[in-house]
Nanobody, 127 residues
Framework: QVRVAESGGGLVQAGGSLRLSCKVS????????MGWFRQAPGKEREAVSC????????SYSNSVNGRFTISRDNAKKIVYLQMNNLKPEDTAMYYC????????????????????WGQGTQVTVSS
């Protein structure tokens, strides 16, 4: 069973940067896709970015494309989300998730279903 734990959130001014990290436990990390999602107050959870198990084929939502970069270190079992030029509308709880086609609570990013969720890390961008 894969478990994930996010870190790196915080309060930043518009135009600033943050790097989120997701530490993963479980033996199948290097064979599964990983993704980042976010949920703002009063809004539905949305996919932000995801990446294949090889580190290729990254996918980004239109709202973050060109500003965010997803990467992974399979040796360390960590997934990163580098967020640059942050905007107030990026304010949300950010969740890391692992590919899991049989989870009850699934959400897609790119071609993969994600369903092993972390507790989230809060990102707040002030104007």
């Amino acid at each position: 069973q894969v478990r994930v734990a996010e870190s790196g959130g915080g309060l930043v001014q518009a135009g600033g940067s943050l790097r989120l990290s997701c530490k993963v436990s479980g033996s199948t990390f290097d064979r599964i896709a990983m993704g980042w999602f976010r949920q703002a107050p009063g809004k539905e959870r949305e996919a932000v970015s995801c990446i294949s198990w090889t580190g290729g084929s990254p996918s980004y939502s239109n709202s973050v494309n060109g500003r965010f970069t997803i990467s992974r270190d399979n040796a360390k079992k960590i997934v990163y989300l580098q967020m640059n030029n942050l905007k107030p509308e990026d304010t949300a709880m950010y969740y890391c998730a692992a590919q899991n086609p049989v989870a009850f609570d699934k959400q897609s990013c790119g071609p993969w279903p994600f369903g092993s969720w972390g507790q989230g890390t809060q990102v707040t961008v002030s104007s």
